[in-house]
């Protein structure tokens, strides 16, 4: 059974990191892409990062350009979200989501239970 | 970036109805080379993920009810409930996978008249 679950959110002060991780069973983090989409609280869905291609293909929202990273560690089938310098607009349940190839653009067919990230002082 | 407007925002429809829910992008989403729209659209109910319902615009997901319907190619798209039943009140999404930055649609939320 294909099950993806997040860990590493909490309350973080303005400008301070976090690192998320999403930790993936039932198949192969790295034949597949995985994709973070994050929704602040009552809001809609947005898309943040990819891991795609073989792993070394990424893409980040502009929102988050420059400022979050994306990882993989293949001997743990995990996937990481490396989040610096963060704002109060970064405050949002964080999904991760499998996508169905290992294509960077495919759809999204399974997804976390989702982590809360809160930023405020 | 591509950007993706639903309509209506909300939607209120009688159990047994019809609830129609549109999708428009602001850039062509369809593949020549493979013919296909780069659309998906999902069901998010309260406290959970949300569950792919549709992708390539009209392709159901395993599982997902013969109620569900996609339709549309290029800019439009369509999701369709043909007979609205209880458990299908929950916000829509529509999802271009088209490019990145990959984009969804504000939701759409449908409630029982």
């Known amino acids: 059974e294909v099950q993806l679950l997040e860990s590493g959110g909490g309350l973080v002060q303005p400008g301070g990191s976090l690192r998320l991780s999403c930790a993936a069973s039932g198949f192969t983090l790295s034949t597949y892409a995985i994709n973070w989409v994050r929704q602040p609280p009552g809001k809609g869905l947005e898309w943040v990062s990819n891991s795609c291609g073989t792993g070394d293909t990424t893409y980040y929202a502009d929102s988050v350009q420059g400022r979050f990273t994306i990882s993989r560690d293949d001997s743990k089938n995990t996937l990481y979200l490396q989040m610096n310098s963060l704002r109060g607009e970064d405050t949002a349940i964080y999904y991760c989501?499998?996508?169905?190839?290992?294509?960077?653009?495919?759809?999204?067919?399974?997804w976390g239970q989702g982590i809360m990230v809160t930023v405020s002082s | 970036d591509i950007v993706m407007t639903q309509s209506p925002d909300s939607l209120a429809v009688s159990l047994g109805e019809r609830a129609t829910i549109n999708c428009k992008s602001s850039?062509?989403?369809?593949?020549?080379?493979?013919?296909?729209?780069?659309l998906a659209w999902y069901q998010q109910k309260p406290g959970q993920p949300p569950q792919l319902l549709i992708y390539w615009a009209s392709t159901r997901e395993s599982g997902v009810p013969d109620r569900f319907s996609g339709s549309g190619s290029g800019t439009d798209f369509t999701l369709t409930i043909s007979s609205l039943q209880a458990e299908d009140v929950a916000v829509y999404y529509c999802h271009q996978y088209y490019s990145t930055p990959h984009t969804f649609g504000q939701g759409t939320k449908l409630e029982i008249k």
């Open positions: 989501a499998k996508g169905d190839s290992t294509s960077c653009y495919t759809r999204l067919d399974y």
């Open positions: 850039q062509n989403v369809f593949y020549r080379s493979n013919n296909k729209n780069y």
